[in-house]
Nanobody
Framework: QVQLVESGGGLVQAGGSLRLSCAAS????????MAWFRQAPGKEREFVAG????????YYADSVKGRFTISRDKAKNTLYLQMNSLKPEDTAVYYC?????????????????WGQGTQVTVSS
């Protein structure tokens, strides 16, 4: 059974930083990519950042490029998202996801495994 457990969310002022973590477990966890998505109230879930698990190549949504950094520690089986220069519009529940996907997928439906989410709130 695959489990993804996020942590690190919280309340921060605009311009501040947070670091999210996603610990993965499960002997049968097949993935070539892991990613972060977010969902704000009343909005659809949107792609934030992804990384190829083997090579560690990152890719980002335009809205976070230059401010967020995705990384992974293969030995710890953990995914990270360093978020700097946070804005109120970054407020959302952040989810980590993983799976065997096509290329650098930004589509939520392609990811088989999801965490429970962690709330990030940025005050102005």
């Amino acid at each position: 059974q695959v489990q993804l457990v996020e942590s690190g969310g919280g309340l921060v002022q605009a311009g501040g930083s947070l670091r999210l973590s996603c610990a993965a477990s499960g002997r049968t966890f097949s993935r070539n990519v892991m990613a972060w998505f977010r969902q704000a109230p009343g909005k659809e879930r949107e792609f934030v950042a992804g990384i190829t698990w083997s090579e560690g190549n990152p890719y980002y949504a335009d809205s976070v490029k230059g401010r967020f950094t995705i990384s992974r520690d293969k030995a710890k089986n953990t995914l990270y998202l360093q978020m700097n220069s946070l804005k109120p519009e970054d407020t959302a529940v952040y989810y980590c996801a993983g799976g065997v996907v096509r290329g650098r997928s930004v589509f939520a439906y392609e990811y088989d495994y999801w965490g429970q989410g962690t709330q990030v709130t940025v005050s102005s």
